[in-house]
Each structure stands twice: as structure tokens, then as C-alpha cells.
């Protein structure tokens, strides 16, 4: 059974950093891609940046510069700079890979940044 286990996040001020990381165990084969969505409060959830098997990363225009994805083996990591009241929100890892299951999530993390 694959499970992602996610840590990092908490409370900062605006212009801080954090760092979320997220382990993938449970046998995870198959992988097209990974990546990281946020939902903030009443909003759907939104992709924030995502890296492909191959490497390849793609980021949302509203962290591009300020956020950093990476991927050490069946880890992810968000390195979060220059945080902004607006980045404020759960955030999700997401596993996507071949086959009928799709997807797996991670449990969430909640980051907070203090104006």
C-alpha cells in the first residue's frame, strides 16, 4: 500500500522560508510525475509546481522564482522563500503514475505566513 508522509510547514512571517517534504513508501512504481498543490481558504486547490520523471519541473507563475521543487528518490521537497500572506493555505503532495490507481495524496500540511 503506497503512503506519502508529509512534514514541514507551520507558522511564518512574510518573508520567511519553510521547507515541506514528502516520503513515499509502500513499493511506488510506475511514477510520472510529482508535485505540490495548495488550496487556500475557500479556494480549490491549485497546482504550485510539479517535476516529471525525467526531471523536468514546471512552476505556477505566482511562485516561480520564490519556490523551489525537488525530488531525491521517492522524496519531494518545496523549498518556500520570500513567503507571502497569499501562499497561506494547505499544502498537498501528489504522486501520479501508470496505471488504474492514478494518483496518490499525501495527508496535507498547513502553512501559515504572518503579514
Known amino acids: 500500500q503506497v503512503q506519502l508522509v508529509q512534514s514541514g510547514g507551520g507558522l511564518v512571517q512574510a518573508g520567511g522560508s519553510l521547507r515541506l517534504s514528502c516520503s513515499a513508501s509502500g513499493g511506488l512504481i510506475g511514477v510520472n510525475a510529482m508535485g505540490w498543490y495548495r488550496q487556500g481558504p475557500g479556494k480549490p486547490r491549485e497546482l504550485v509546481a510539479n517535476i516529471t520523471n525525467s526531471g523536468v519541473t514546471n512552476y505556477a507563475d505566482f511562485v516561480k522564482g520564490r519556490f523551489t521543487i525537488s525530488r531525491l528518490g521517492n522524496t519531494l521537497y518545496l523549498q518556500m522563500n520570500n513567503l507571502k500572506p497569499e501562499d497561506t493555505g494547505a499544502y498537498y503532495c501528489?504522486?501520479?503514475?501508470?496505471?488504474?490507481?492514478?494518483?496518490?495524496w499525501g495527508q496535507g500540511t498547513q502553512v501559515t505566513v504572518s503579514s
Open positions: 501528489g504522486v501520479f503514475v501508470k496505471g488504474p490507481a492514478g494518483a496518490y
